[in-house]
């Protein structure tokens, strides 16, 4: 063909040319060792950051303590037994509250999404609901239940359970037309649709679902502590800050950090181990 | 006297409620398919053929008219009729073998039996290799065999094509024809196609039904006396050549004279 103008073969295999910088690839991959580069920069820049400001005795001690005077508060506290049983105290009520709500939540939001009947019903009420801040909620739990152990719960409840069954609830909405429609076809009634390819359709969604929202959970717990109680993380850092032992302050923020990273490490080990299928690559 | 055909469809209309108003897309559709009869529907991109299969299938009502399954009519979806879509719709959480027990599972047949019709037809697809990988690591022209196997498992009395090849390349599409015109041969089935491929629908029926588009109609039902003897070689032979050019020239005219009709 002689068509092609010449001018266009003269520009255009530059442009083509130009080599893109490697690790700069949209959503490319890049090297292993790259990669744990950088995760281990992210930890140590923040790490030094904190090394050089309180060792240098720029800062207060009062503010920024000094790493060793943490990591010693962290063995006192724990040898003491406080640690292990605030973060116990943490743990069940986040795992009560959240289970309650996932028990509750995740069979709501897979009715929600199956039936416009139980839509109608729910999803408005469960939409206006998860707009008002479960914190603003404290004062009156308080007010109706106390300040005992199930109004912890309760708060914490009320944190996750509207996510908790509208998230699950849109997840069924996404499950494509065409695989119920092969369903039927196959012979399934509605009860097998629901159970056969509704609910294992979703499932890599509700795992995904459970674990953002324990994340919000988690933080709640800490919130309800820091109202009223005599255990918990939350409840160790309001007592450390009322004797202004900044270290203790760093020590209960850093373990619930910890502890966090390891539920969500949890939820996806559950998610490669109950549907290796939904696993990419 | 003629055998009683598997399947009627009954002066057959569909009216879809839109915003516009009603919408009328299938207008009066008269046809049947043979016992071990291979037919397929071609027709343009919006004529109403996937609305039919759905209706036969089960799964959309018509709004006048009838489907009769061996005499008897059609009320819902059911596993007497097989079905292949176009999209890709083995469940991913189920390996290729599970995908093809899915239907035995919920007709409740036992579980030897079970296993025996999973062997047999994934034999016939040729995937027993892959009976236990999941579908996201079969290519596409495998998938819509292990969608196939799976809906001729449950045996069905007719089996159901949604332009099952419309997602693939050239080459894969010519040896699924080629694999599905052998799987027809062997298992004596009936079905019921549909594509817009012309040379597709040659290769494969025994018939063929054209649709008009907008409302969607039957404007022709060409007989394909090509024997049941065919092979890759038939798509060269002149008797298939001049077919497909004749029932290309047709396709052409009608869509000529739906784009005059916007
Ligand atoms: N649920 C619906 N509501 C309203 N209109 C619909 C609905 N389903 C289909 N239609 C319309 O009916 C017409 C026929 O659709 P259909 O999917 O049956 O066409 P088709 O022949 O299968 O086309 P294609 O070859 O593109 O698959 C289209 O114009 C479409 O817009
Ligand atoms: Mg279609």
């Known amino acids: ?281 | 006297m003629e055998p009683r055909p598997a399947l009627e469809v009954n002066q057959l209309s569909k009216t879809f409620a839109t915003k516009n108003g009603p919408l009328l897309v299938l207008d009066a559709i008269d046809m049947h398919v043979n016992e071990n009869e291979f037919v397929c529907i071609v027709g343009s991109s919006g004529c109403g053929k996937s609305t039919l299969l759905n209706i036969v299938a089960g799964l959309d009502t018509a709004s006048q008219g009838e489907v009769l399954l061996r005499g008897r009519k059609i009320q819902g979806p059911g596993a007497d009729r097989g079905m292949v879509f176009q999209n890709y719709t083995l469940y991913p959480w189920l390996s290729v073998a599970g995908n093809v027990e899915f239907g035995l599972k919920v007709s409740k047949v036992p579980k030897a039996e079970r296993q025996e019709r999973v062997q047999h037809y994934l034999d016939i697809v040729g995937l027993t290799r892959f009976a236990n990988v999941f579908p996201k690591q079969l290519s596409g022209g495998m998938k819509q065999r292990a969608a196939i196997a799976r809906a001729m498992a449950n045996e069905p009395e007719i089996l159901l094509l949604d332009e099952p090849f419309g997602a693939l390349d050239c080459q894969t599409k010519e040896v699924l024809q080629e694999f599905l015109l052998d799987v027809a041969q062997k298992t004596h089935k009936t079905f019921l196609m549909i594509t817009h491929d012309v040379e597709e629908a040659i290769f494969l029926s025994e018939r063929i039904y054209v649709f008009s588009a907008r409302p969607g109609r039957i404007c022709r039902e060409i007989p394909i006396p090509l024997g049941s003897n065919r092979d890759r070689t038939s798509r060269r032979t002149s008797r298939f050549l001049e077919l497909r050019q004749d029932l290309t020239d047709l396709m052409h005219g009608e869509a000529l004279l739906t784009q005059e009709a916007l």
């Not at chain 1, 724990?78 to 009560?96: C, E, N, T, Y």
């Not at chain 1, 199930?150 to 359970?161: Q, Y």
């Open chain 1, 1 to 281: 063909m002689k068509t092609l103008e010449p001018k266009q073969t003269a520009t255009n295999p530059d442009r083509l040319q130009k080599p893109s910088p490697r690790i700069w690839k949209i959503r490319g991959e890049i090297p292993q060792s790259v990669y744990s580069s950088m995760v281990v920069t992210s930890i140590l820049l923040p790490l030094a950051a904190w090394f050089a400001l309180s060792y240098s005795g720029l800062v207060d001690p009062l503010f920024i303590p000094k790493p060793d005077a943490v990591a010693m508060a962290a063995v006192r506290m724990f040898q003491s037994g406080d640690l292990p049983k605030d973060a116990w105290a943490s743990l069940s009520r986040v795992g009560i509250g959240f289970c309650l709500s996932a028990l509750i939540g995740v069979p709501l939001g897979l009715l929600i999404g199956t039936f416009k009947v139980v839509e109608g019903l729910f999803e408005p009420i469960l939409g206006l609901f998860r707009y008002m801040p479960a914190a603003a909620f404290i004062p009156l739990i308080i007010l109706w239940i106390g300040l005992d152990e199930p109004a912890k719960i309760a708060i914490i409840f009320l944190g996750s359970f509207f996510y908790n069954t509208l998230m699950v609830s849109d997840a069924v909405k996404f499950v494509s037309a065409d695989l119920i429609k092969v369903g039927y076809t196959l012979g399934a009634s509605r009860r097998d649709i629901f159970f056969k390819v509704l609910f294992p359709a979703t499932l890599p969604n509700i795992i995904d679902t459970l674990r953002v929202n324990i994340a919000g959970a988690w933080n709640f717990v800490v919130v309800a502590e820091l109202v009223a109680a005599s255990s918990g993380l939350g409840y160790r850092i309001l007592t450390a800050q009322r004797f202004l032992r900044t270290d203790e302050i760093f020590v209960g923020i850093l373990v619930i950090g910890i502890i966090g990273l390891a539920i969500d490490f949890g939820f996806k080990l559950l998610f490669r181990l109950v549907v290796p299928w939904a696993v990419d690559k």
